[in-house]
């Protein structure tokens, strides 16, 4: 079973969207474990984060992205 690959052109959506503040625009975002930190735009309107450049890894829904500000969590949810 091959996880499905999702495209980022329109924005990576989120399901189960947990924020700790009433937060849209700019941030950074983590999606793997360890992974790069990428910077774009969250969407509280449609729970979507928006990249400003082209990702080096494939996304899979399923897993976590985290969002911060610096080193602050303002929350995450569900690749979907």
């Given at each position: 079973?091959?996880?499905?690959?999702?495209?980022?052109?329109?924005?990576?959506?989120?399901?189960?969207?947990?924020?700790?503040?009433?937060?849209?625009?700019?941030?950074?975002?983590?999606?793997?474990?360890?992974?790069?930190?990428?910077?774009?735009?969250?969407?509280s309107s449609d729970s979507s984060f928006l990249p400003n450049e082209p990702l080096s890894e494939a996304l899979a829904?399923?897993?976590?992205?985290?969002?911060?500000?610096?080193?602050?969590?303002?929350?995450?949810?569900?690749?979907?």
């Amino acid at each position: 079973h091959e996880p499905r690959v999702q495209p980022v052109a329109s924005g990576i959506a989120l399901s189960d969207v947990n924020l700790f503040a009433d937060f849209s625009g700019t941030c950074e975002a983590q999606y793997r474990y360890h992974g790069s930190i990428i910077t774009g735009a969250f969407d509280s309107s449609d729970s979507s984060f928006l990249p400003n450049e082209p990702l080096s890894e494939a996304l899979a829904s399923g897993q976590s992205l985290v969002l911060y500000a610096g080193d602050t969590v303002l929350g995450g949810g569900i690749i979907s």
